[in-house]
């Protein structure tokens, strides 16, 4: 029997790196015989480093292009293991200023003490069988690192995988706004959650004087602290709803679409939202955030919480969703479509 690894950051109970897991355990089911492949997913307690009672080793969604699981891999790489770079992204806190033709005008590889990485996820992938990666950041992230790039794709992340939702009940349109608020403990653009959460209560004001309702909603189990905060902060009981419950991901689906549209922070709560075919506006918080929104040629929706005057741009996009709902969700789901087959590739092509 073969042993695969699928190594993610799990069982924190965060919905989307669960997400990520379970979609990949959901695949292996489907195109792996169950008594030929044994799958482990990396829950504490598992020796990601040791790559020795495992035949193939997984890096899974999540910003793992990182120098710790890039070495993690590679050195299961080394020891002859299969190794797989299945939806992995890069992260960092370093705003993405974009040039003329849409690249970061920064190069990305890493420089003094990660130095060495840089050749390691070089090696890493030329040793893979598959490298498909979360965004074209990502991707070029890759290409600055000096990998050769005729053996990485933009796989798009693997929340590409959910399913398209259930039609949509005909009725009066929703006047309710889902808001994912959370934590990134101010490692974030502009390091300054307070100031974030600041505007963002300015904006939501304004936006329940024009008729909306508010649902607060959190993704991950720290940030419930800061959700109860932002309730409080608005004060208005009448118009806003503050839900602590941690769904699961099909579960927060299905609410999710009685929304008119979401204003999140965390990740992977824009992901639900626009799989569950509600559109988003993204507080980009980190480079994951930018790479995800260039990746579905939304960016214009991701908006950089360093910014000095967000809750404007939080209206603007708002008013944008309000004339543009139907084309914002045919451009998410073409590109989910495409990257749905990548993502299936290495299972259909039996790469494991």
């Known amino acids: 029997m073969k042993r695969i690894l699928y190594v993610g950051w799990l069982g924190f109970n965060n919905v989307g790196d669960e997400l990520m897991w379970l979609l990949f ?3 292996c089911r489907a195109y792996l015989p169950e008594k030929k492949y044994d799958v482990i997913p990396s829950i504490p307690g598992v020796d990601i480093r040791n790559s020795g009672p495992y035949d193939v080793v997984v890096l899974g969604g999540g910003s793992l292009l990182i120098p ?3 070495d993690v891999a590679y050195q299961a790489a080394r020891n002859h293991k299969k190794v797989m770079i299945w939806g992995s992204g890069h992260d960092r806190q370093e705003f993405p200023v974009m040039d003329a033709s849409g690249k970061v005008a920064a190069h990305l590889a890493y420089t003094k003490e990660n130095l060495a990485t840089n050749e390691k996820l070089a090696e890493l992938v030329k040793m893979s069988k598959y490298c498909g990666v979360r965004g074209p950041l990502s991707y070029q992230f890759l290409e600055d690192s000096g990998v050769r790039m005729e053996q990485a794709i933009i796989s798009g992340d693997p929340a590409f995988l959910l399913p398209a939702p259930s039609p949509r009940k005909n009725g009066q349109a929703s006047r309710t706004i889902g808001v994912n608020w959370g934590t990134a403990y101010n490692r974030i653009f502009g390091g300054n959650e307070e100031k974030v959460e600041q505007q963002l209560v300015e904006a939501l004001r304004i936006l329940i004087s024009q008729g909306y309702r508010i649902n607060i909603f959190s993704v991950w ?6 959700c109860k905060r932002l309730y409080a902060k608005l004060g208005n009981q009448t118009n806003v709803d503050l839900d602590l419950e941690l769904y699961h991901h099909e579960d927060l689906m299905e609410k999710l679409k009685s929304y008119a549209l979401t204003i999140n922070f965390k990740l992977h709560a824009s992901y639900l939202s626009a799989a569950a075919g509600v559109p988003f506006v993204s507080l980009g918080y980190r480079f994951k ?20 005057a967000l809750g404007e741009s939080i209206l603007d996009r708002v008013a944008k969703i309000e004339k543009e709902t139907d084309m914002i969700r045919e451009k998410f789901y073409s590109h989910q479509s495409r990257y749905r087959e990548l993502l299936k590739k290495p299972f259909q092509e039996q790469l494991f």
């Open 221 to 226: 189990g720290p940030d419930r602290e800061a």
């Open 68 to 70: 710790g699981y890039i």
């Open 289 to 308: 955030c930018i790479d995800f929104g260039c990746s579905v040629d939304l960016q214009d929706y991701v908006l950089s919480t360093g910014d000095t």
């Open 25 to 27: 355990r959901d695949l």
